[in-house]
């Protein structure tokens, strides 16, 4: 146990260490006041819309989550999964260390419905990876629309036609379960994905931008699948120094890149920060104190 805690100290420190590192990168190539400018000057209405947008894209990414639950015959409402998943997200994002959001849904669920942790991970571990295909889905459209990157067009549409393929076929063959829910829980990453896209896009328009998107969102997309890798808190700083070289790739505003990435960002933690609630009333999600207190611990 005593090597157990000390491992989640260092990997929190680490974690801290490249945030702050990543976010001296990016101090360095942008200037902070300019983006407080960009900020300021910003349309009131379009940041609603985007936070709104990020929402409606985590209750499709819950019903996804849930989905999978079903495949292994875990029934939970909706709104039950809705409120770990926001437990889960204050974890991940504020309580970078120790079990973070996935592993505590594993310990809650197999305490309150005795189902194995085995088949929780599976069912967590299928939910990502439906993501990450909706990301690269996306991202291979978007690649059609960007001759700067001068990929023929046939490329994009023939790795995610033979890597859906694939994917599909090994899930079915040793996977069953999940795989009787492959066209609904992949049509759900598709529209966590696009309305994230929508989120972005909203930003732009809060920023007033009015140039070209598609480098832009690719670049947000791109990020996205860094920030799957937990070397940041919440991703933080590995997004922005995305952007940054990005923005130079592309020859895109880089301040304009990196105040849409912390926008981003800012959005995620305040929908993150209201799992918080659970934590000071976890008989709300069927839980007692103590109970919670083992589940972060574990």
């Given at each position: 146990?005593?090597?157990?805690?000390?491992?989640?100290?260092?990997k929190?420190?680490?974690?801290?260490s490249?945030?702050?590192?990543?976010?001296?990168?990016?101090?360095?190539?942008?200037?902070?006041?300019?983006?407080?400018?960009?900020?300021?000057?910003?349309?009131p209405?379009f940041l609603f819309?985007?936070?709104?947008a990020?929402v409606?894209?985590?209750?499709?990414?819950?019903?996804?989550?849930?989905?999978?639950?079903?495949?292994?015959?875990?029934?939970?409402?909706?709104?039950?999964?809705?409120k770990?998943?926001?437990?889960?997200?204050?974890?991940?994002?504020?309580?970078?260390?120790?079990?973070?959001?996935?592993?505590?849904?594993?310990?809650?669920?197999?305490?309150?419905?005795?189902?194995?942790?085995?088949r929780?991970?599976q069912?967590?571990?299928?939910?990502?990876?439906?993501?990450?295909?909706?990301l690269?889905?996306?991202?291979?459209?978007?690649?059609?629309?960007?001759?700067?990157?001068?990929?023929?067009?046939?490329?994009p549409?023939?790795?995610?036609?033979?890597?859906?393929?694939?994917?599909?076929?090994?899930m079915?063959k040793?996977?069953?379960d999940?795989?009787?829910?492959?066209?609904?829980?992949h049509?759900?990453?598709?529209?966590?994905?696009?309305?994230?896209?929508?989120?972005?896009?909203?930003?732009?328009?809060?920023?007033?931008?009015e140039?070209?998107?598609?480098?832009?969102?690719?670049?947000?997309?791109?990020?996205?699948?860094?920030?799957?890798?937990p070397?940041?808190?919440?991703?933080?700083?590995?997004?922005?120094?995305?952007?940054?070289?990005?923005?130079?790739?592309?020859?895109?505003?880089?301040?304009?890149?990196?105040?849409?990435?912390?926008?981003?960002?800012?959005?995620?933690?305040?929908?993150?920060?209201s799992?918080?609630?659970?934590?000071?009333?976890?008989?709300?999600?069927?839980?007692?104190?103590i109970?919670?207190?083992?589940?972060?611990?574990?």
């Amino acid at each position: 146990m005593e090597k157990k805690k000390i491992w989640n100290i260092t990997k929190t420190l680490l974690k801290i260490s490249i945030t702050g590192l990543s976010l001296y990168l990016v101090s360095r190539k942008v200037e902070f006041n300019d983006l407080k400018d960009a900020f300021d000057k910003s349309n009131p209405i379009f940041l609603f819309l985007a936070f709104i947008a990020f929402v409606i894209s985590q209750l499709i990414s819950s019903s996804r989550l849930n989905t999978f639950f079903k495949g292994i015959g875990l029934k939970i409402s909706e709104t039950y999964n809705f409120k770990i998943y926001l437990l889960g997200m204050f974890y991940n994002l504020f309580l970078p260390g120790g079990i973070g959001g996935d592993g505590y849904k594993i310990f809650l669920l197999r305490k309150k419905f005795e189902i194995k942790g085995r088949r929780l991970f599976q069912a967590i571990f299928f939910d990502r990876l439906s993501g990450l295909w909706a990301l690269g889905l996306i991202i291979s459209a978007l690649v059609i629309f960007i001759p700067h990157l001068g990929i023929p067009n046939w490329v994009p549409v023939l790795v995610v036609s033979a890597g859906t393929v694939a994917y599909y076929a090994v899930m079915r063959k040793f996977f069953s379960d999940y795989s009787k829910q492959f066209v609904l829980s992949h049509i759900k990453a598709l529209m966590v994905q696009s309305m994230q896209v929508i989120s972005v896009i909203l930003l732009l328009y809060a920023l007033n931008f009015e140039g070209k998107f598609s480098p832009y969102l690719f670049m947000f997309l791109i990020s996205s699948l860094v920030a799957i890798f937990p070397f940041t808190v919440g991703g933080l700083g590995a997004r922005e120094l995305v952007f940054v070289y990005g923005a130079q790739y592309f020859q895109m505003n880089q301040h304009l890149a990196v105040i849409i990435s912390l926008l981003f960002y800012c959005i995620s933690a305040l929908l993150s920060f209201s799992g918080i609630y659970f934590v000071f009333h976890p008989q709300k999600i069927g839980v007692n104190k103590i109970d919670l207190k083992q589940g972060i611990e574990k």
